[in-house]
């Protein structure tokens, strides 16, 4: 006869909350996170990207250096920018620039939907079906987080997404790391063990504090790992401040995505939600299905850009969602193209595909400038037209639309300083930009050289080639210092009632031949007409 008292006393051992086994589990699956090559490039990039904060005025700037300085990210943000749900009713053109993705969404949609993308595509493991469950379950809790922070009068409140979207961190560790803890703690908890008491029991932590642990080493920001804290039982209230009201945000979100995640009992767990946090957060049963519908239509298009598979809304059977009709089209039926339903394409012929993955000269200049150059004024003309309108994000705009439309390698606005009585580059894009952007300096004084004669003249220049004898001495020392291969380069002066305020200038390492047609030359003197009409509004 076995001694069932002898094993249930050696499970106890296991299990006591401090013993030597359970530190040993711990100590491994922290270790096993520590060796994985892709998790420091991944804290660095997602701690770069969660301090950016909206009230900065360079926060757009940065963010959408960021996003363009990785290719598959920047088309992964251009998709769904494009989808049906995250549209602007203002606009009817396609999304083919960072800059107009983040005027239209905005700046905290975009900065929400870049960390969910990192995290999708560089977390270990994510094609795993428990790694893609628990992404899934986080994409969804920051749609939960950013619908509640639209309404906050706390500033700052987009940081309430953020925070909901690491909440569930820990989970998405252990299932990308040790697929055999994950299957065991979720076994406990379907024979209805609480999931904390089941994490302590496997790993001997709490999710949080294996999150807080890598989010300390990430060097996430403080607030956002205090949002992780479980919160007292019972009825939430009104937060006394910030802090609080973030990390009942988090909460609310996570409980949201997990009901929204697994439709059987979703009525009743609805009801419970609301008597938790409906006071404290100002959501009634109405608020929450409105909030239901538009986070399951939104997570889905992430879901389908990602290749996760999709939620099923709640009260409805897999077969019988639209997210199956929806995961469906993702795999490429019913006339989507694969990772995006067909319904979210504007149109197919002119989708921001088919305008950024065009042949191009031997120069790097895309076949299709100019459709790219009208996109580029049609989009500056709306945000204009807004009412709404920064003077940097309209230059960022013109800027991105010359770098990505004439296909240059490096592209700088430079702008007069008083002060030091210099031309300096104050925003650039494109390759080694930083460093470029430092040293793009050069004096006011006038000397005979490309750069003044193109600001005392108000002229546009095009050099298509830099060894061309004819001009090759009015090229600076400053310039051949700077940039010594460029062999192709534009520079647009502006100039406000005959007074030089700075140039646009942006340059390919290789000769451009094929020149610049007169239709391509007129939009570029449009794009760069709109921004000497802002300069001098201002």
Request: hydrophobic share 45%; aromatic share 6%.
């Amino acid at each position: 006869m076995p001694n069932h008292t002898g094993e249930t006393k050696a499970a106890a051992a296991r299990y006591a909350p401090g013993s030597d086994e359970l530190r040993a589990v711990r100590e491994e699956l922290l270790e096993k996170i520590s060796a994985n090559g892709n998790l420091p490039a991944l804290g660095s990039s997602v701690s770069r990207v969660v301090q950016l904060a909206s009230s900065d005025d360079e926060a757009v700037r940065s963010l959408a250096h960021f996003i363009m300085s990785d290719v598959a990210l920047a088309q992964k943000i251009l998709r769904i920018s494009n989808a049906a749900c995250f549209r602007s009713n203002a606009s009817s053109s396609p999304v083919t620039t960072i800059s107009k993705a983040i005027f239209l969404l905005g700046f905290d949609t975009v900065k929400t939907c870049a960390l969910g993308m990192l995290l999708v595509d560089r977390m270990p493991g994510s094609r795993a079906a428990g790694v893609r469950s628990e992404l899934l379950h986080a994409l969804s809790a920051s749609m939960f987080g950013r619908e509640l922070a639209r309404r906050s009068q706390f500033k700052d409140a987009e940081e309430a997404a953020i925070a909901a979207l690491f909440r569930n961190i820990g989970r998405l560790l252990v299932a990308a790391h040790d697929h055999t803890l994950y299957a065991e703690i979720n076994a406990l908890t379907h024979e209805g063990m609480a999931p904390g008491r089941a994490a302590h029991q496997v790993i001997g932590s709490s999710f949080e504090a294996l999150a807080e642990t890598v989010m300390s080493a990430w060097e996430m920001p403080d607030s956002i790992i205090q949002s992780l804290a479980p919160l007292p039982g019972g009825t939430q209230r009104s937060a006394r401040n910030r802090q609080e009201w973030v990390q009942q945000v988090a909460a609310f979100s996570n409980a949201a995505a997990e009901m929204m995640m697994q439709p059987d009992g979703a009525d009743t767990a609805a009801t419970a939600l609301v008597a938790r946090f409906g006071n404290a957060l100002g959501v009634d049963q109405a608020r929450l299905e409105q909030m239901l519908v538009i986070v399951t239509e939104e997570t889905n298009a992430l879901a389908g850009q990602l290749k996760l598979a999709p939620v099923t809304p709640a009260g409805k059977s897999p077969e019988q969602s639209n997210a199956a009709a929806l995961w469906r089209q993702l795999e490429g039926e019913d006339g989507g193209m694969p990772g995006l339903p067909a319904e979210f394409l504007l149109q197919a012929a002119d989708s921001e595909d088919h305008m950024q993955s065009c042949a191009r000269h031997a120069s790097g200049k895309p076949f299709n400038a100019r459709e790219l150059l009208l996109a580029g004024v049609q989009d500056v003309t709306e945000m204009m037209a807004s009412g709404r309108c920064k003077a940097n994000d309209l230059i960022l705009l013109v800027l991105e639309t010359i770098y990505r439309g004439m296909g240059f390698r490096f592209a700088t606005i430079c702008l007069k300083d008083l002060k030091s009585n210099q031309y300096r580059a104050r925003i650039s894009l494109g390759e080694n930009n930083a460093a470029r952007q430092a040293g793009f300096v050069f004096s006011a004084e006038a000397t005979r050289d490309l750069f003044h004669l193109a600001l005392a003249n108000e002229a546009d220049l095009l050099i298509s080639d830099t060894h061309d004898p004819k001009i090759s001495d009015l090229i600076p020392a400053w310039h051949r210092a700077l940039l010594p291969d460029a062999r192709s380069f534009i520079v647009l002066p502006l100039v406000v009632q005959k007074k030089p305020l700075g140039l646009f200038y942006a340059d390919r390492a290789l000769p451009a031949t094929e020149g610049v047609p007169s239709d391509e030359t007129a939009m570029i003197k449009t794009l760069k007409g709109q921004v000497v009409a802002a300069l001098n509004s201002r």
